[in-house]
Nanobody, 124 residues
């Protein structure tokens, strides 16, 4: 079992930045691909970013490319999402997820373990 706990959400003005963290426990995530997803009010959960187990390959949703960066520190069992130039449409609950097998993926069903989420609110 892998337990995931997100942190770092909050309220920020448009154009600002937030850094989300996802701390894993229970077992090492060094051989898991990790992903970030988000769910805005009244909308379905959507893919944001994913990173290969070794950190050598990343994929992003078109809506966040060039603004968000996913990274990982396997020695700390932690994954990050740096969010810059935030927009009001980035307001959502952000979820961290772990995928056994190591390959980055944008598909929700590929992920086995999920955190409870952290809320990010961007004001205009």
């Amino acid at each position: 079992q892998v337990q995931l706990v997100e942190s770092g959400g909050g309220l920020v003005q448009s154009g600002g930045s937030l850094r989300l963290s996802c701390a894993a426990s229970g077992r090492t995530i060094s051989n898991y691909a990790m992903g970030w997803f988000r769910q805005a009010p009244g909308k379905e959960r959507e893919f944001v970013a994913s990173i290969h187990w070794a950190g050598s390959y990343t994929i992003y949703a078109d809506s966040v490319k060039g603004r968000f960066t996913i990274s990982r520190e396997n020695t700390k069992n932690t994954v990050y999402l740096q969010m810059n130039n935030l927009k009001p449409e980035d307001t959502a609950v952000y979820f961290c997820a772990a995928r056994a097998g190591g390959a980055a993926s944008g598909r929700e069903n590929d992920y086995r373990y999920w955190g409870q989420g952290t809320r990010a609110t961007v004001s205009s």
